[in-house]
């Protein structure tokens, strides 16, 4: 089992960087896929972005494409999920989450484990 806090969230205007950290607890973090998402008021959780295990691969939705890298560093048990030239649009709740395979989902119930998420607020 692993445990996930999310954290780096914040109020960030339009243009501007964020990067948001999952830091997961256990010993078993490089054995699981990881994942974001995000949850805006009134819609349903979104698959944002993925890494397998060991970051031989990478997944990203449409829509961050080019704006956003997820990334890992197994030494430190944390993953990571840098956002760049945001967009209003960006504005959600992000969760992480982890999943035991090697290879991510793109799907919320493709993962078992998940963050309380962390507010990221983009103005215009």
């Known amino acids: 089992q692993v445990q996930l806090v999310e954290s780096g969230g914040g109020l960030m205007q339009a243009g501007g960087s964020l990067r948001l950290s999952c830091s997961a607890s256990?010993?078993?973090?490089?054995?699981?896929?990881m994942g974001w998402f995000r949850q805006a008021p009134g819609k349903e959780r979104e698959f944002v972005a993925a890494i397998s295990t060991g970051g031989r691969g990478t997944l990203y939705a449409d829509s961050v494409k080019g704006r956003f890298t997820i990334s890992r560093d197994d030494a430190k048990g944390t993953a990571y999920l840098q956002m760049n030239s945001l967009k209003p649009e960006d504005t959600a709740v992000y969760y992480c989450a982890a999943r035991a395979s090697g290879w991510p989902s793109l799907e919320v119930k493709g993962y078992a484990y998940w963050g309380q998420g962390t507010q990221v607020t983009v103005s215009s």
């Open positions: 256990g010993r078993t973090f490089r054995s699981y896929a």
